[in-house]
């Protein structure tokens, strides 16, 4: 569904983020993409959206090539892959309510977003959304007004809003608390198993990802160093990604797991 | 920090590093000041006797604000102040409105390089020249009256308020404007969304201040003869009315300061 070809992105400094970076993900996969900071993570997801404009190498979802797209095709193709960020990146002084229709910036002229007139498709199903990440009440709060996990669920709102074929997830769960940050990884993992999703999540905690995702991507210095399923991760494979160290603590084991499980639905 | 050993450390002084570390550039670009001060000083010519002179004509001024005439002179002094609010006014809106966009094109990081180079020219030419300069110039192809102040104010407002927004725009957060970039928001759109209110409160602010130097400026470019209140007070200088003058001046005050109490609770509220 999305393939990634020879992928290359050279900064201006001369810095070589991504090299001939090749990836298949097929429809419905959840993929998380480990690796050290600088390891080119972000540059990867935002190259597919070509916020990031790759240096060479393609970019094809469902057969359209996005590197390819002038600009108007390139804001069509931008409707169909939903992000969600690092530091959730609402915009604060904008109502959680217009930060999830803005979501819909891409289907909507300019002066019915300009006034707030959302057809009434669009409002209903920004409500639906808000119920399905629990935050109905806050519909009419000002972003900067909610906490990190409640911005991070309109994050999610807004991304899904654009009723994307694919996530692109940078570091969600960057500067939540550890249960906080299971919870947004459940619900986006949830969310893109209602809706047949593929994601590519970027993500540090290697153990979190483990226990959310079925595929785990790791990239060092631009190139691809492991691909493979989560029970794979071992500690030869995380020193060749990040380096010495000891990593018996990192890498869960299947009866861990299944506790921590346990211990997030009690609570 | 291992190529200074510890040792050598313990016991000795610490002494914040010199601004700039050669001991003779150092005391040369400090006594160099110093004399450059006093030659300065010392070649002011002042014209002592004028002084003991001026000073009583000085002082009957400061003692005109125990006594100013609001009334003499009153009808002037209202159409002066009605003017002067007049050109304040349209001067702020014309002038806000023509720096929006240009400020937009002034801010690197929205704009393309020529958009860019020509809104910064812009603002480049109306921050050089000084108002009272514009204002000689316009009172010169536009004749005495409030029009040439009018247009004087709102060139100065682009220059000002393009600039300031610009660098506002420049430093906003980036991730918020991505986000709405990544949703596939055509260019406008992106402006109202991710960029607009961002800036929002800064913009009303700096709109209010800038209403209040306006207000300032009014009174002065009265004096070359841009129209205003500037011109009653100028009037009144010229007749040794001080005591016209001072409760013009009174006036101007008190504006300023209710004006500059408004934008503090308008800029209070728009946080």
Redesign the interface.
């Known amino acids: 569904m999305l393939e990634l070809k020879k992928l290359t992105k050279t900064y201006r400094t001369g810095d070589k983020a991504l090299q001939d970076v090749t990836l298949t993900i097929p429809k419905g996969q959840v993929m998380a993409l480990i690796g050290p900071s600088g390891a080119g993570k972000s540059t990867l997801i935002r190259c597919i959206?070509r916020?990031v404009e790759p240096t060479s190498g393609s970019v094809i979802l469902d057969g359209t090539d996005i590197t390819a797209l002038g600009t108007g095709g390139l804001?069509?193709?931008?409707?169909q892959?939903g992000?969600i960020?690092?530091?959730y990146?609402?915009?604060?002084?904008?109502t959680v309510m217009?930060n999830v229709l803005?979501?819909?910036?891409?289907?909507v002229g300019?002066w019915r977003?300009?006034l707030r007139k959302y057809p009434q498709s669009d409002v209903d199903e920004a409500f639906r959304l808000l119920d399905r990440v629990g935050l109905m009440a806050m519909a009419d709060k000002r972003a900067d007004e909610l906490s990190g996990g409640q911005r991070q669920r309109v994050?999610i709102a807004?991304a899904l809003i654009?009723n994307p074929r694919l996530l692109?997830v940078d570091e969600p769960t960057a500067s939540l608390d550890p249960k906080t940050s299971r919870q947004i990884m459940r619900l986006i993992c949830e969310l893109c198993a209602e809706r047949d999703l593929a994601a590519v999540i970027n993500i540090h905690d290697v153990a979190l990802a483990q226990m959310f995702v079925e595929r785990i991507v790791g990239l060092k210095a631009g190139e691809l160093a492991f691909d493979g399923k989560p029970t794979e991760m071992s500690e030869e494979v995380l020193t060749s990604i990040y380096g010495e160290e000891d990593w018996q603590a990192t890498i869960r084991n299947v009866d861990d797991e299944e506790d921590a499980e346990a211990d997030v639905a009690a609570s | 920090m291992t190529a200074v050993a510890l040792d050598d450390r313990i016991g000795k002084a610490w002494k914040k590093p010199p601004l700039i570390a050669n001991p003779a550039l150092r005391w040369t670009l400090f006594i160099g000041a110093l004399a450059y001060v006093v030659l300065a000083v010392a070649s002011i010519d002042v014209n002592w006797s004028r002084v003991a002179e001026g000073l009583s004509r000085g002082w009957a001024f400061v003692t005109a604000f125990f006594t100013p005439d609001f009334v003499s002179r009153g009808g002037d002094i209202w159409a002066g102040i009605l003017e002067s609010v007049i050109i304040t006014i349209t001067s702020t809106v014309v002038g806000i409105g023509l720096s929006v966009p240009i400020g937009l094109g002034a801010a690197r990081n929205i704009a393309p390089l020529p958009v860019y180079l020509v809104c910064r020219a812009i603002v480049s030419l109306s921050r050089a020249l000084n108002e009272i300069i514009v204002a000689i110039l316009l009172v010169a192809i536009f004749g005495f009256g409030p029009l040439a102040g009018f247009l004087t104010l709102s060139f100065a407002t682009i220059g000002f308020m393009s600039k300031l927004l610009a660098e506002d725009i420049e430093e906003m957060s980036k991730a918020q404007a991505e986000a709405i970039r990544a949703t596939g928001s055509s260019w406008l759109q992106w402006i109202n969304y991710g960029v607009q209110p961002q800036v929002m409160p800064r913009l009303i602010g700096l709109s209010m201040y800038r209403l209040d130097i306006n207000f300032r400026e009014s009174a002065v470019l009265g004096l070359v003869g841009a129209g205003g209140i500037g011109a009653t007070l100028n009037t009144a200088f010229d007749r040794y009315e001080y005591d016209t003058a001072a409760a013009i001046l009174l006036i101007i005050i008190v504006t300023v300061m209710a004006l500059e109490y408004l934008s503090g609770i308008i800029r209070a509220k728009v946080q």
């Open positions: 959206n916020l804001r069509k193709m931008r409707r892959m992000m960020f690092q530091e990146a609402l915009v604060e002084r904008l217009e803005s979501g819909r910036l891409g289907y300019f977003s300009f994050g807004r654009q692109l």
